[in-house]
């Protein structure tokens, strides 16, 4: 047997005898590869001694993954078929899951590159500015909140946040947030945060949900708009 020519690689659906198996989704067979009219790179069949193809599409429910196909110096028998077949679908699964893998990545980096824009967008809005995963901890506070709390980003993030609030705030702030993170409806309160010279005062808190196409809250994004000096 040998590999076939590069030129096999990539094949329109419906070209050659490769591209006519995806087509049909079916198997063949043929051991007079030279006078076959479907084969039209007989010189280099020619050249190398072919005499015989098979092919087999490649199948996950019913859809097309490609064909694996041979060519051989000798003549095949239907067996080949069968050989071919008990293969075809462990290497369809091969290529989906390879496929399904590099779709995930690349999701997953235009995710990454997406939240990087949005936090640089967050971190320009000149009120204090956060974002909560949907059960309710921090996930990203922007510059202008560790600036003015003075709180790094290791101990802002989490419920780490909390630390900066008034005691006497703190309990009827958690109480608030609850009852959001179980109705989903956006809301508000006052609550009295402290600078990073220990000084506190008043700041109204928003919070709005974001919801993906099916309605799943996926995200908290709020602000923090100061109201008064106590």
């Given at each position: 047997t040998c590999a076939l020519p590069i030129s096999y690689s990539r094949i329109p659906v419906?070209?050659?005898?490769?591209?006519?198996?995806?087509?049909?989704?079916?198997?063949?067979?043929?051991?007079?590869?030279?006078?076959d009219p479907r084969v039209s790179d007989k010189s280099w069949a020619q050249e190398n001694g072919m005499v015989a193809f098979a092919g087999y599409p490649l199948l996950v429910e019913?859809?097309?993954?490609?064909?694996?196909?041979?060519?051989?110096?000798?003549?095949l028998s239907e067996s080949i078929l069968d050989t071919l077949g008990s293969v075809a679908d462990t290497i369809a699964q091969g290529?989906?899951?390879?496929?399904?893998?590099?779709?995930?990545?690349?999701?997953l980096e235009e995710i990454q590159q997406s939240e990087s824009?949005?936090?640089q967008v967050i971190d320009t809005i000149p009120a204090l500015a956060w974002c909560n995963l949907p059960d309710g901890p921090n996930?990203?506070?922007n510059k202008g909140w560790h600036e003015y709390t003075g709180l790094s980003e290791e101990e802002s993030h989490g419920w780490g946040?909390?630390?900066?609030f008034h005691p006497d705030?703190?309990?009827?702030?958690?109480?608030?947030w609850t009852k959001m993170l179980v109705s989903g409806v956006p809301d508000e309160i006052e609550a009295r945060l402290r600078r990073h010279d220990g000084v506190y005062r008043w700041?109204?808190?928003r919070a709005e949900p974001f919801r993906d196409e099916s309605g799943n809250i996926v995200r908290w994004y709020g602000t923090r708009d100061r109201k008064s000096v106590v």
């Open positions: 419906g070209d050659l005898k490769v591209g006519l198996i995806a087509r049909e989704k079916k198997a063949h067979l043929t051991n007079d590869v030279m006078n019913d859809r097309l993954i490609g064909v694996v196909a041979i060519f051989a110096r000798h003549t290529i989906e899951r390879k496929r399904a893998e590099e779709a995930l990545r690349s999701a824009k949005l936090r996930e990203f506070l946040w909390q630390v900066s705030d703190l309990p009827p702030l958690m109480e608030k700041f109204l808190i």
